[in-house]
C-alpha cells in the first residue's frame, strides 16, 4: 500500500491567491482527517469526514477554509483567499477504526 | 484549554541511554491513548499505543507506562539510538480508539548523541 498520498510536497503563493491542497486516503479506510501543523500551535484537527460525510468541521478556522470529499478515494482542501498566517504544514491522515495514517504533508508558504 | 499536556519541549540523550518523555491529561473519558513518531518532512507515524485497562505495553524497545489515577502517562525509549532521533506526539482519544477523537500533545523534539 503507498499510504496516505498529498500533493503538492510544497507551495509558494502570494497572498490573496486561492490553495488547494489534494489528498488521496489510503483504499479502504473510511475516515479521512485533515490536520495542521505549526511550530506554536501543533497539531491541529481542521476537519474529519467519515463515509465522505464531514462530521466535525469545528477546527476549520475561518470561512476562507473549505473541504471536500467527494468519493473515497479523494479530498481536497481549499484556502480563499490566502494569508500568510495560513503558512504551515497541512497533514492528511485516514484511518479504519483504529489510529490515523498520515500522508508526508503539504507545506505550504503564503508570502 | 490544553487536554493534553507534554513534556520535556526537548530532550538530548546520549546513545545507549533511557529517553522518557511524559504525557498528562485531563478528559477522564480518554480510553486509548497512542505515541506517534515524526522525522523531519514526514508524517507522524503511529509507534505503540496502550488502553487504560493496563498499566504497561512495551514493544521492543519502546515502553508505555500508564498510571490512570495520576492521569500520566509515558513513554520510555531503553538503549537510545541515534536512529530515534525525532519529534514524538502524546495523543489521547475518547472515542473507543477512533483517530476522529485524537487530541495531540505538543511534540517533544528528541535528539539521541551518538
Known amino acids: 500500500d503507498a499510504g496516505v498520498i498529498q500533493s503538492p510536497r510544497h507551495e509558494v503563493t502570494e497572498m490573496g491567491q486561492e490553495v488547494t491542497l489534494r489528498c488521496k486516503p489510503i483504499s479502504g479506510h473510511n475516515s479521512l482527517f485533515w490536520y495542521r501543523q505549526t511550530m506554536m500551535r501543533g497539531l491541529e484537527l481542521l476537519i474529519y469526514?467519515?463515509?465522505?460525510?464531514?462530521?466535525?468541521d469545528s477546527g476549520m478556522p475561518e470561512d476562507r477554509f473549505s473541504a471536500k470529499m467527494p468519493n473515497a478515494s479523494f479530498s481536497t482542501l481549499k484556502i480563499q483567499p490566502s494569508e500568510p498566517r495560513d503558512s504551515a504544514v497541512y497533514f492528511c491522515?485516514?484511518?479504519?477504526?483504529?489510529?490515523?495514517?498520515f500522508g508526508q504533508g503539504t507545506r505550504l508558504t503564503v508570502v | 484549554q490544553q487536554q493534553v499536556k507534554q513534556s520535556p519541549q526537548s530532550l538530548i540523550v546520549q546513545k545507549g541511554g533511557i529517553s522518557i518523555i511524559n504525557c498528562a491529561y485531563e478528559n477522564t473519558a480518554f480510553d486509548y491513548f497512542p505515541w506517534y513518531q515524526q522525522f523531519p518532512g514526514k508524517g507522524p507515524a503511529l509507534l505503540i499505543a496502550i488502553r487504560p485497562d493496563v498499566s504497561e505495553k512495551k514493544e521492543g524497545r519502546f515502553t508505555i507506562s500508564f498510571n490512570k489515577s495520576a492521569k500520566q502517562f509515558s513513554l520510555h525509549i531503553m538503549d537510545s539510538q541515534p536512529g530515534d532521533s525525532a519529534t514524538y506526539f502524546c495523543?489521547?482519544?475518547?472515542?473507543?480508539?477512533?483517530?476522529?477523537?485524537?487530541?495531540f500533545g505538543k511534540g517533544t523534539h528528541l535528539i539521541i548523541q551518538p
Open positions: 495523543a489521547a482519544s475518547n472515542r473507543g480508539g477512533g483517530a476522529d477523537g485524537l487530541t
Open positions: 469526514f467519515n463515509n465522505n460525510v464531514p462530521i466535525d
Open positions: 491522515a485516514s484511518s479504519l477504526e483504529g489510529s490515523a495514517f
